[in-house]
Nanobody, 127 residues
Framework: QVQLVESGGGLVQAGDSLRLSCAAS????????MGWFRQAPGKEREFVAA????????AYADSVKARFTISRDNAKNTVYLQMNSLKPEDTAVYYC????????????????????WGQGTQVTVSS
């Protein structure tokens, strides 16, 4: 069993920054692929960013590329999402997810490829 707890969401203005954190339980966190997804009201959950075991491979949705950065600290069992230049269309509940069958040579982008999910943290960006 893996537990994921997100934090760091909030209400900000367009152009501001936020850093989300996701703390994970489990002794083998360093072998989990990790991802961030988001879901806006009335929309499906969508991929935002992913990172491999060692942090050397990352992937981003086109809509957040160059604005968001995913990183991880395996010593702290934590994955981060630094979000800069936020836009109103970034408003959503943000979820972190763990892929327990990850390979260190790739990252995954699909919801069904992840095994465990956090409860989500709300990010609201006002114009």
């Amino acid at each position: 069993q893996v537990q994921l707890v997100e934090s760091g969401g909030g209400l900000v203005q367009a152009g501001d920054s936020l850093r989300l954190s996701c703390a994970a339980s489990g002794r083998t966190f360093s072998r989990y692929g990790m991802g961030w997804f988001r879901q806006a009201p009335g929309k499906e959950r969508e991929f935002v960013a992913a990172i491999n075991w060692s942090g050397g491979i990352t992937a981003y949705a086109d809509s957040v590329k160059a604005r968001f950065t995913i990183s991880r600290d395996n010593a702290k069992n934590t994955v981060y999402l630094q979000m800069n230049s936020l836009k109103p269309e970034d408003t959503a509940v943000y979820y972190c997810a763990a892929d327990l069958n990850a390979s260190n040579i790739r990252v995954r982008r699909l919801v069904y490829e992840y095994d465990y999910w956090g409860q989500g943290t709300q990010v609201t960006v006002s114009s």
